[in-house]
């Protein structure tokens, strides 16, 4: 596609529910980050996969929390036994490649309301 | 030692005025940082990056400073418009870090008529 796109844009649950959130990426891009981003505040991150595999996990908050990316396209960021303070705006992101200093292009986020 | 500090909060402005918005990092280890720019429902884009092996970079009315040995940088956008109103973001990352971006946390500007 053109751009990085997320599905949902916003998705409302309830407290304790399971949640998927789906990535992606622009395509020919290996590297692939997802972002958390609290209201105002400055995205947070949380994982980076370079082609399938998660090289870098160390921003998930606690094993509620989880990604994959099968075929090395696609990411779904999965959240377990959500909680109130799991409301945010989660953001993904893809370059070129994980080299330092590629731009990385941003979707515009899905916005998760836990009630 | 990741931290990444944004000033001001939040920045009003007259038409045709200059913005400023400072950022200060802890981490020398950092050698790239970009300043994204993020309207309301929409994801973060790219404005403008920097390395610090130059201590200026100027692409039309979007300039970065910097300054390597007080460890900070600087975005000046020059005759600020209405358009221009938006949330901005100063990061930075590592060479070997996998491009992962260490955020400010971002100073919202209003361009007044």
């Known amino acids: 596609g053109a751009g990085v796109s997320q599905t949902p844009s916003n998705k409302v649950t309830e407290k304790g529910k399971y949640v998927e959130l789906r990535c992606d990426p622009i395509?020919?891009?290996?590297?692939l980050y997802w972002y958390r981003q609290s209201l105002g505040q400055g995205p947070e991150f949380l994982i980076y996969?370079?082609?399938?595999?998660?090289?870098?996990d160390s921003g998930l908050p606690n094993d509620r929390f989880f990604a994959v990316r099968p075929e090395g396209s696609v990411s779904t960021l999965k959240i377990q036994r959500t909680e109130r303070g799991d409301s945010a705006v989660y953001l993904c992101?893809?370059?070129?490649?994980?080299?330092?200093?590629?731009?990385?292009?941003f979707g515009q986020g899905t916005r998760l309301t836990v009630v | 030692q990741q931290q990444v500090k944004q000033s001001p909060q939040s920045l009003i402005v007259q038409k045709g005025g200059i913005s400023i918005i400072n950022c200060a990092y802890e981490?020398?280890?950092?050698?790239?940082f970009p300043w994204y720019q993020q309207f309301p429902g929409k994801g973060p884009a790219l404005l403008i990056a920097?390395?610090?092996?130059?201590s200026e970079k100027k692409e039309g009315r979007f300039t970065i400073s910097f300054n390597k040995s007080a460890k900070q940088f600087s975005l000046h956008i020059m005759d600020s418009q209405p358009g221009d109103s938006a949330t901005y973001f100063c990061?930075?990352?590592?060479?070997?870090?996998?491009?992962?971006?260490?955020f400010g946390t971002g100073t919202q500007l209003k361009v007044e008529l």
């Open positions: 992101a893809s370059s070129l490649s994980g080299t330092g200093g590629t731009e990385a292009f």
């Open positions: 395509s020919g891009h290996t590297a």
């Open positions: 996969f370079q082609g399938t595999g998660a090289a870098d």
């Open positions: 981490n020398t280890a950092f050698d790239y």
């Open positions: 920097i390395r610090p092996d130059v």
């Open positions: 990061a930075a990352s590592t060479a070997g870090g996998g491009n992962k971006l260490t």
